[in-house]
């Protein structure tokens, strides 16, 4: 009995021992487990973190587009650990998806051409070359179906996929992927996709969670990447606005001329960077001088350049022309032919004998000038006929524009300006007019030309009540002094 007992207790005890070692193998089995699974969350998170930091950094190059596209597929496939992966954008104009990265291995997410298939016998790289340039609508296929329903889709085996079509390539059978839409807001931007061999890989809840992770962080990746763009375009124009604008401004007289028995003053205020109006100064043969000003219909460049040619011109025509009014001829039939059709310009040309004695004035439909006379405070209007610049090509311009003649007594202004002046308006739509202009010139007339100029843009600018005028202001002002 003693020995059963005993044998018992040893049985009972080896039992034990072994149910123990199973047991702690089993528990070192899931340990193991354990520690490989969080090896493998940590190794995740660290390639996340890898692909989030390289995606932020390209964000904010200027040159991070091409770069962007491809680190977006190559950190899609590397975070979700597949053997291929694809980045389609929209093309709004088209609104087709176009490829602009697609990796070497892969899988084709469109249905394969039967030219490529007949290719690919001969070529075998003939149908990257397809993937990578060949765009697809955005309302058709396997992309364009998940383009349309913004859903991200995990696909067990995307050679069994009826949207891929009834013929399928090798390189589309045993294969699984993830596919998904890119969008920001509003905005649809493409599709991101990432394929590998189902015999390799098989994608999981958490790797369709990461997926969609990835999905998020790069449609916001690429609308910064957008707005970056955008704005780095926006300061570049700026800029060569700013530059348009500094060089337009070198082309406008930095001082006021010294003319012997004149005061002479002028201003350009633009409206905006650049200016449509111009005004200079020039010396004629046998001193003679000749001030001119011009409004070029519109705003803007093709404004601004306009206002170049003119001074260009005149500063070559002017010289040679027997009158005023043949100068502006002589201009017209150069611009005439190269404006568009619903642009024009405006200007007065006067030209002063060397003596004073006499002065010639030809408009091309611009503002009258106005004189104030000394003598008794009048205000008086020159207008004498003239056709705009750009109108007509020449014969019309020529029969309608003439030449009007008048003189200046010691102590007379005058003064010439553009619509930016009288056209101005109040907050209540009131324009300030040309009474008011005529008001104010007999006011600082007797302050001379420069408090004719300064006394005009500050009652203007009380008038505006500190708002921006809507079109450019010029103006000039000579006083006869003997």
Known sequence: MTTFLLVLC?????????LLAKVARQQKAALAALRAEEEAIVAEE?????????????????????????????????V??????????????????????????????ISVPERVRQQMNENPAALLSTLRMHAVAADEGLLGDIYDRQKTELLPDLGLDARLGPKLVTSQQGVIAMIGPLSFG??????????????????????????????????????????????????????????????????????????PGFVIAGKNIPARTLSGDYFDYLKLPNGKFGLVIADVSGKGIGAAMITVMCRTLMRAKAPNAATPSAALAAVNRQIAPDIREDMFITMSYIVAEKDGSKLTF???????ALVWRKAD?????????????????????????????????????????????NEAMDPKGIEFGEERVQDRLAKYAPLGPRAVIGGIISDLELFL??????????????????
């Open 362 to 368: 030809a408009r091309a439909g611009h503002n009258a």
């Open 80 to 109: 979700t650990q597949s053997t291929g992966g694809a980045l389609y954008l929209l093309d709004e104009a088209t609104q087709r998806l176009v490829p602009r990265h697609y990796s070497d291995f892969c899988a084709p997410l």
């Open 377 to 421: 405070g009048r205000v008086e209007s020159l207008h004498p006929p003239g056709l705009g610049v750009g109108i007509d090509k020449g014969d019309v311009f020529e029969r309608v524009t003439k030449d009007l003649e008048f003189s200046m007594q010691p102590g007379d202004c005058l003064l010439l300006y553009t619509d930016g002046v």
């Open 465 to 482: 009540k500190g708002r921006r005028s809507h079109d450019d202001i010029t103006l000039i002002a000579m006083q006869k002094t003997a």
């Open 46 to 78: 660290r390639r996340m973190f890898h692909y989030l930091h390289d995606l932020g950094e390209a964000t904010w190059r200027d040159d991070q587009q091409a770069s962007m596209y491809r680190l977006i597929v190559e950190g899609a496939v590397r």
């Open 186 to 259: 509003t905005r649809r931007l493409g599709v991101l996709a990432v394929t590998a061999p189902k015999e390799g890989r098989n994608y999981n809840a958490n790797d369709f969670e990461v997926f969609n992770s990835l999905i998020e962080q790069s449609a916001f990746a690429l609308a910064n990447a957008a707005a970056h763009k955008d704005a780095a375009k926006n300061r570049m124009d700026q800029q060569e606005l700013l530059n348009a604008s500094q060089i337009q401004q070198v082309l406008l007289p930095d001082r006021d001329p010294e003319v």
């Open 10 to 18: 040893v049985l009972l005890l080896t039992a034990g021992l072994i």
